[in-house]
């Protein structure tokens, strides 16, 4: 069983930048997709980026794209996403997935693992 375990959430303020950093034990997710979504209050959860298990493909959803950028270090079995120029638009509870099928997907429901979410609020 995998477990998925993100950090990095926090409060900035408009404009700056945070760097989410997921950790999975359990088994290696190596050969996985894995992906960050995002549940905004009163709204439903949202796919924002993807990575296949070799990391030379990726996906973003439109409204970050140019300001986030996912990466994996499967020797660490850690997946992490850079977010830059944030808006008050990105605040909101970010996830990380992992799934087994291998390339990039924003199917929330190919992804059997999850994480228990980090809170990334951005004060305007």
């Known amino acids: 069983q995998v477990q998925l375990v993100e950090s990095g959430g926090g409060l900035v303020q408009a404009g700056g930048s945070l760097r989410l950093s997921c950790a999975a034990s359990g088994r290696t997710v190596s050969t996985y997709a894995m992906a960050w979504f995002r549940r905004a209050p009163g709204k439903e959860r949202e796919f924002v980026a993807s990575?296949?298990?070799?990391?030379?493909?990726?996906s973003y959803v439109d409204s970050v794209k140019g300001r986030f950028t996912i990466s994996r270090d499967n020797a660490k079995d850690t997946v992490d996403l850079q977010m830059n120029s944030l808006k008050s638009e990105d605040t909101a509870v970010y996830y990380c997935?992992?799934?087994?099928?291998?390339?990039?997907?924003?199917?929330?429901?190919?992804?059997?693992?999850w994480g228990q979410g980090t809170q990334v609020t951005v004060s305007s």
């Open positions: 997935a992992g799934s087994r099928v291998t390339a990039p997907t924003p199917l929330s429901s190919l992804y059997a693992y």
């Open positions: 990575i296949n298990w070799s990391g030379d493909k990726t």
